[in-house]
């Protein structure tokens, strides 16, 4: 079976990636792999581009974390999904401790990401612009940005990071977004919205962390990608796929569900000329951040903690 970057690109798709942190490269083993262009094709910053690292107090950057990914990427020749610029959590409380008006706040989020896509300008195929905006029902999530300045936060923000570097993709991403319901129809909105403030949103990221076994179905997360297509963008990908076991051992039965759980996603993409690309939220279990944020719950990568290729890398490498 040939590696998975490889295969995506001559299915037409743009890349098959993976996320990355910091402290995982220092193992040389991991290294290698994440450094394999037939086999990842581009990179996400698990952290180092967050609020909380890059403007950690105000007027304040840093960029040494998000450097040294982006900098591994372009010398690898891999593409980079920039993450994230506005999102309620990593934040540091600076910013959502303060009482702004809507004057402030708004100049505290154009100088951010005035600052930050600068700093990266044309070394991001993407920007993950705004992140997780919507709760579960479809109402915006709480957040110092929805409490000061409503829905305006989000155009506000899609504004300033096109001005900062207009070549680059500018996506809304969100989870459970990727099946029908109240979250995916009020993301379609978010769509709109933006469109609307006369702002420009080229793509929607669905983040994609699911569980084994009720993952969705192939019809119905084909469906979802196309209707965010009708809706506007023009571009859509999976940006943080993992499928995770709730309970720990996993079993062989339980490898085989997970397999067709992510052969499903991958059809999915490939069923739609539109969906560009699949990023795995890392490739082994070993880095993964199921465990630490899901007690008791992981085995979620398609390489397993010692690095070797579990079933659902072979089904995904075979599907695509
Ligand atoms: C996660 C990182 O992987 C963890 O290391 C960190 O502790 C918390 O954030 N949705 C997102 C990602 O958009 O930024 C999150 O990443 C996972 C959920």
């Given at each position: 079976l040939a590696q998975l970057n490889k295969l995506a690109e001559a299915a037409g798709k743009l890349y098959l990636g993976s996320a990355t942190d910091?402290?995982?490269?220092?193992n040389s083993s991991y290294l290698a792999i994440i450094s394999d262009t037939d086999e990842f094709g581009e990179i996400t910053p698990g952290n180092g581009q967050k609020w909380q690292y890059t403007?950690?107090?105000?007027?304040t950057f840093s960029y040494t974390s998000g450097d040294q990914i982006v900098d591994l990427a372009e010398a690898n020749g891999q593409l980079v999904r920039c993450h994230t610029l506005v999102w309620h959590s990593q934040l540091p409380s600076w910013v959502s401790s303060g009482s702004w008006t809507t004057a402030q706040l708004t100049s505290i989020i154009q100088t951010h990401i005035a600052n930050e896509v600068s700093h990266y300008k044309g070394q991001c195929y993407s920007w993950d612009v705004v992140n997780e905006a919507l709760n579960e029902d479809g109402t915006y999530r709480t957040s110092v940005f929805y409490t000061v300045l409503g829905t305006d936060y989000i155009p506000i923000a899609f504004e300033a990071a096109a001005a900062a570097d207009p070549a680059a993709k500018l996506y809304y991403n969100d989870y459970n977004i990727e099946y029908s319901g109240a979250k995916h129809t009020a993301a379609v909105g978010i769509i709109d919205l933006i469109q609307t403030a006369g702002a420009k949103i080229d793509g929607v990221g669905l983040q994609a962390h699911f569980i084994v076994g009720s993952s969705p179905g192939q019809a119905d997360l084909t469906n979802v990608l196309k209707a965010y297509v009708a809706a506007g963008v023009s571009e859509v990908a999976y940006t943080e796929l993992d499928i995770r076991f709730t309970t720990l051992p996993y079993t062989a039965a339980g490898l085989q569900q997970q397999a067709s759980d992510y052969a499903a996603v991958t059809k999915a993409c490939l069923a739609v000329n539109e969906c560009v690309g699949i990023t795995i939220w890392d490739f082994t279990d070993k880095y993964s951040w199921i465990p630490s944020t899901f007690a008791g719950q992981g085995g979620a990568c398609l390489y397993d903690e010692n690095f070797s290729k579990k079933p659902a890398w072979t089904t995904v490498s075979s599907i695509l």
């Open positions: 910091n402290s995982e490269l220092s403007e950690p107090s105000q007027g």
